[in-house]
């Protein structure tokens, strides 16, 4: 099965119809998303599809990506230009086969496809019978356009596996950052599009479609367990990032009917198993992969930059201007897709703060080899005018600031309110984080509106009123929910009195919220906002 001609993908039409067609289907107007079982298999088709489209179709300059974006090639153009690498996208046969070791690794023995789903249990907690709450035997019989997807998936987001077995590029569950229009109808092209970068504002040199150091699976794997065989930036083709192939892998196919247990569509040829072994390419330095965000220390540049993950509590607006602005002070590195957005193509997008393209962020939530979770979130996407952007920047951080304080106190006395000694007590809180993050995120966003219409790039009295109350009003109405909402008899009723006041007393008249209302004139107000 080649997967550039082959119809391998499910796609949904703007009528709510779906279809399984090939690739270029993305190229079709009415066609506005994939159609996938699992989250972390739509984030990957928008990868492996943006990657493609970077690799065999990159436009010359804005002009030539804006024109493509308006006016899309037609499937039979789309397809001329898949032709140039189809042989590195042979899924199965004699040929190289895609994100699969040129080895056939005969002599590791075979073990059950559901292992290439990361949050699938390890061989040891089948062992001791401890897969609780995520079951064996959720994916024994994968069809093979589920086993692509499956294998795409593990390269592009690998966890450590145990000895020698390789994290991805990126780490292990990178986030990735996309950008997207702001109408969820859009066609799918102009999601992936906007996500395309042109060789004017990317340059690296012509591919060779036919190099390893492109497909890295069209030539040997660099065995890892020695010195030296490490592979830095500099050792490859930068196109090689959406194709990097960190783990030793080759399907196995039998020729039988089946039912994938994924899709739950009939296929004539499923995949049970398959064979890996460790020290596959090791992928090691600072790489700045065009889909991710990253870390730097601004007092030690000369260290490797760090991809950001996936976190407990989720991605949440505390992170939204790290994901979307450059921040050298504070070594916050966007990704290159949005960089590119914001100071090249939004010139295109004269839109209103309300129709805003969206910034789309994704990935798990790992804990070396274990999923926690995953995570999926979207934000407006604006673009700060250059001379108050500084300003703009500041207060934006500053309003997140006092954002997390009433958020530790809230929690802060929520446990109290739960345990005779809140110092003691263990357990994953990070629920209470995520319940407020949720519930503030609309006002935080009206604040940011407001803050773009002040003139001098400093919030209004009026408006950092609204915001602290806002504030104020959630986190009391997080304690009532979680800490004085039961309807049982309370023996410890008083305690948790006690820690409401003390969480009322904070927010009403603490030295924090003191020097906010001196520092915003908020005694300037002459009525109460509610």
Known sequence: MNLLTA??????FRDGSEEQLPLTAIANPDVVDFALPRADFHGAAYQFAIGLLQTVLAPQDKDDWHKQYLSPPDEAELAAAFAKVEHAFELNGDSPRFMQDSDPLDAASPVPVSGLLIEAPGGNTLKLNTDHFIKRGIAETLSPEMAALALFTLQINAPSGGQ???TGLRGGGPLTTLVLPHEDDASLWQKLWLNVQSRESWTYKDPDYHSAELFPWLGKTRISKN?????YAHDVHPLAMFWAMPRRIRLLFEQQEGTCQLSLK???SVCRQYRTSNYGNNYVGTWLHPLTHYRSNPKKPDEDYLSTKGQPGGIQYKQWHSLSFVDAAEGSHPAQVVQDFLLRKSEYFDVNWGEAPRLWAFGFDMDNMKARGWYNSEFPLIRLEPELRDELLHEIKAMQTLAQEVLWHCRTQIKAAWFDKPADAKGDTSHIDLQFWQRTQNDFFQMVAALLNAPDGRLTPEAAARW?????????ALFDDLALSNLYPDRKMYKKIRARRQLTGWLAGSKRIRQF???YRLDTLTEELA
Request: a positive charge; one cysteine or more.
């Open 7 to 12: 119809p391998w993908l499910s796609y949904r």
């Open 266 to 268: 009939a296929c004539s």
């Open 517 to 519: 209302s001196q520092d």
């Open 468 to 476: 602290l109350w806002a504030l104020s009003r959630h986190a009391r």
């Open 227 to 231: 010195k030296g065989s490490d592979i």
């Open 164 to 166: 020698g077995h390789r």
